[in-house]
């Protein structure tokens, strides 16, 4: 039973995990919270992961990537630079996709998060998607989100991901035996061990990639990181409790 100025009100809390409340003009109001724990069965995985030129304040962005159903989007920052065969570069990424690769290339970071903000306007779908990522954003951390807002809020740019779910891979994969791995390599070639495009055996070969714009592997290695964090989320969905994916809407309450 709920109250709002001396009214009474009676509702179904039938599907709903939990109802949110709070005070305004001296009557309590609430707001019922969608369930991405019950409804997670209907939503398929959205993999996005991000390279940068490094961790320091001056890094940026230099490819963000989606892996979806149809396949998967990149978004390759060559900051300025004009030595680059799309075509090529786009036939050599699409042998190692199941699907089709979609290959945006740009010449800023601040380009790079415009076309962020468009795939996620424009192809992520909250009734239909969720958004995940292999520490991208955990209970205590995280990596690519919390860059990406950094990056959104230095080139004056509203946060694009709205209303859609989001859970970590790195937050799952703990409810398989992985013998101790724990980074998304290690993570994947446990559990799933299939071959993937990586040319790199350390992430910090992507920052001298870029500065060299060396940027076929640099594409190579973010499409696999994608590729390996939506593997492991299909195989979680298969095989993991919907009430441990932990799902939270990544749109901020003044949005």
């Known amino acids: 039973m709920l109250f709002d100025g001396g009214r009474n009100f009676t509702i179904s809390l039938f599907g709903l995990i939990r109802v949110a409340y709070y005070f305004q003009c001296g009557s309590l109001r609430f707001i019922a ?13 959205v993999a996005f992961d991000i390279e940068t030129s490094g961790l320091g304040e001056d890094a940026v962005i230099t490819v963000a990537g989606f892996a979806h159903t149809l396949g998967e ?30 290959l945006d ?8 998060l415009e076309a962020v903000a468009s795939f996620a306007t424009n192809q992520l779908n909250g009734d239909k998607h969720y958004l995940t990522a292999f520490n991208g954003e955990t209970w205590n951390g995280g990596f690519d989100l919390p860059f990406c807002r950094t990056r959104f809020l230095t080139h004056d740019m509203g946060w694009p991901f709205g209303d859609v779910a989001y ?3 790195m937050q799952i994969v703990d409810r398989f035996d992985t013998n101790d791995q724990s980074d998304l390599v290690g993570v994947y070639d446990e559990l799933i061990g299939e071959e993937s495009c990586d040319p790199f055996d350390d992430s910090s070969e992507a920052v001298e990639a870029f500065e060299s714009g060396d940027w076929l592997p640099l594409l190579e290695h973010n499409l696999a990181d994608i590729q390996r964090t939506r593997e492991l989320a299909e195989l979680a969905g298969r095989f993991v409790a919907r009430s441990d994916f932990k799902m939270k809407n990544l749109q901020p309450p003044q949005q």
């Open 33 to 45: 919270v969608k369930n991405y724990c019950l409804d997670m069965g209907d939503l398929d995985p």
């Open 73 to 102: 989007s990149l978004i390759l920052n060559v900051d300025g630079s004009d030595e680059y065969d799309r075509q090529a570069l786009v036939t050599t990424l699409d042998t190692h996709s199941a699907g089709t690769v979609q």
């Open 105 to 112: 290339i740009v010449e800023s970071e601040a380009a790079l």
């Open 167 to 169: 859970a970590d891979m």
